[in-house]
T-cell receptor, first 116, second 116 residues
Framework: GAVVSQHPSWVICKSGTSVKIECRSL??????MFWYRQFPKQSLMLMAT?????????EQGVEKDKFLINHASLTLSTLTVTSAHPEDSSFYIC????????????FGPGTRLTVL | AQSVTQLGSHVSVSEGALVLLRCNYS??????LFWYVQYPNQGLQLLLK??????LVKGINGFEAEFKKSETSFHLTKPSAHMSDAAEYFC??????????????FGKGTHLIIQP
C-alpha cells in the first residue's frame, strides 16, 4: 500500500510553454501533498504544501504565480509550471501524507522536466 | 526552523565492510527523523524512520539508525555493504505540528560508493 504515482515521468517543452505534472495517491487518501524540486546532484527542496480544497502554502522564494498547485481531491494534486524557462529544468518530486502514518510521506517517482 | 547536516558528500566502502553515513540535525522541538535512499532518476524510498519510542530503529535492506538526542545525531549504519547499496542517501527531519503534516527538510545527501 501507499503508492504515489506521477505523470508524466519526463517531459521536454519549449521555453514559454506551460507544463502540468500530476501526482496521485493510488491506494490511500492524502490529507496533504508536497512538491519538491531537485537539481542535479543536489538535495530536495520543498516548494509547497497543499491540502485538499485549500490554497497551497509556498516556501520562501518560490513564485506562486509561476508554480501553480491545485489539490482538487484527496488523491490528486497538480503542479503547473507556467511560462517555463530553461532554468526551470529540474526533477520535480511529489509526496503524499497519509493521516494514519504519523507524518510519513510517500514519494512519487519524480518527473524530469527539460525546458529547451 | 530545523536543519540537517550530512557529513561527507561521498562515502566509499568495500563490499562486505561496515557502512556509516552521518546525519546531524538541529531542531527546537523533538523531531521526526528519516533516512531515504534514491537510485538514479528515481524517487525516494524510505529506509527507516524515528518518531517516538525506541531510539534504535531498524529499516529495510539491513540498515539501522540510532537517535541520539544528546548528540543531535541520527547516523545510518549497515554491518556489511552490498553492491546494490550504491545509491544516494538522504537524511530528513520534520516536525509534527499536530495540526497536520509538515514538509521535510533534507540534508544534502551522501553518495555511497561500494568498491568490489
Amino acid at each position: 500500500g501507499a503508492v504515489v504515482s506521477q505523470h508524466p515521468s519526463w517531459v521536454i517543452c519549449k521555453s514559454g510553454t506551460s507544463v502540468k505534472i500530476e501526482c496521485r495517491s493510488l491506494d490511500f487518501q492524502a490529507t496533504t501533498m508536497f512538491w519538491y524540486r531537485q537539481f542535479p546532484k543536489q538535495s530536495l527542496m520543498l516548494m509547497a504544501t497543499s491540502n485538499e480544497g485549500s490554497k497551497a502554502t509556498y516556501e520562501q522564494g518560490v513564485e506562486k504565480d509561476k508554480f501553480l498547485i491545485n489539490h482538487a481531491s484527496l488523491t490528486l494534486s497538480t503542479l503547473t509550471v507556467t511560462s517555463a524557462h530553461p532554468e526551470d529544468s529540474s526533477f520535480y518530486i511529489c509526496s503524499a501524507n497519509r493521516a494514519a502514518s504519523l507524518n510519513e510521506q510517500f514519494f512519487g517517482p519524480g518527473t524530469r522536466l527539460t525546458v529547451l | 526552523a530545523q536543519s540537517v547536516t550530512q557529513l561527507g558528500s561521498h562515502v566509499s566502502v568495500s563490499e562486505g565492510a561496515l557502512v556509516l553515513l552521518r546525519c546531524n540535525y538541529s531542531s527546537s522541538v523533538p523531531p521526526y527523523l528519516f533516512w531515504y535512499v534514491q537510485y538514479p532518476n528515481q524517487g525516494l524510498q524510505l529506509l527507516l524512520k524515528y518518531t517516538t519510542g525506541a531510539t534504535l530503529v531498524k529499516g529495510i535492506n539491513g540498515f539501522e539508525a540510532e537517535f541520539k538526542k544528546s548528540e543531535t545525531s541520527f547516523h545510518l549504519t549497515k554491518p556489511s555493504a552490498h553492491m546494490s547499496d550504491a545509491a544516494e542517501y538522504f537524511c530528513a527531519v520534520t516536525l509534527y505540528s499536530g495540526g497536520g503534516a509538515d514538509g521535510l527538510t533534507f540534508g544534502k545527501g551522501t553518495h555511497l560508493i561500494i568498491q568490489p
